[in-house]
C-alpha cells in the first residue's frame, strides 16, 4: 500500500527558509494528487497546499507568496519550499496522498519558528 515519510523539518527564526520533502512509495505517484496539511498545538489540522496529477497547485491564503509546492516525478518525491517564515507556521506538518477520495497520510515533520 502507500507509503509516505516526511523529513526536513526543524527549528528556525523568524524570516527563514526551509524545504520538506515527502517521498511515495507503494503505488504510482504520478496518478495522485499530493497535499501538505499541518497541525498547530490545540488546533485542528488545517490544509496548506495541493499539487494536483495533473501539475496544477494551490496553496492556503495564510502561505501564498511564502510556501510553494513542487513534486519530482522521477523522485517519487513531494516538496514544500517555506519561506519567510513565521511563528505561527509553527506546526506538525504532514504529507498527504489521494486519489479518487482514499487518502493516506505521513507521520508529519515538526517545524518549530521561533528566536
Known amino acids: 500500500q502507500v507509503q509516505l515519510v516526511e523529513s526536513g523539518g526543524g527549528l528556525v527564526q523568524p524570516g527563514g527558509s526551509l524545504r520538506l520533502s515527502c517521498v511515495f512509495s507503494?503505488?504510482?505517484?504520478?496518478?495522485?494528487?499530493m497535499a501538505w496539511y499541518r497541525q498547530a498545538p490545540g488546533k485542528q489540522r488545517e490544509w496548506v497546499a495541493i499539487i494536483f496529477s495533473g501539475g496544477s497547485t494551490n496553496v492556503a491564503a495564510s502561505v501564498k507568496g511564502r510556501f510553494t509546492i513542487s513534486r519530482d516525478s522521477a523522485k517519487n518525491t513531494v516538496y514544500l519550499q517555506m519561506n519567510s517564515l513565521k511563528p505561527e507556521d509553527t506546526a506538525v506538518y504532514y504529507c498527504?496522498?489521494?486519489?479518487?477520495?482514499?487518502?493516506?497520510w505521513g507521520q508529519g515533520t515538526q517545524v518549530t519558528v521561533s528566536s
Open positions: 507503494g503505488g504510482i505517484f504520478s496518478i495522485y494528487n
Open positions: 498527504n496522498a489521494d486519489r479518487l477520495g482514499v487518502s493516506t
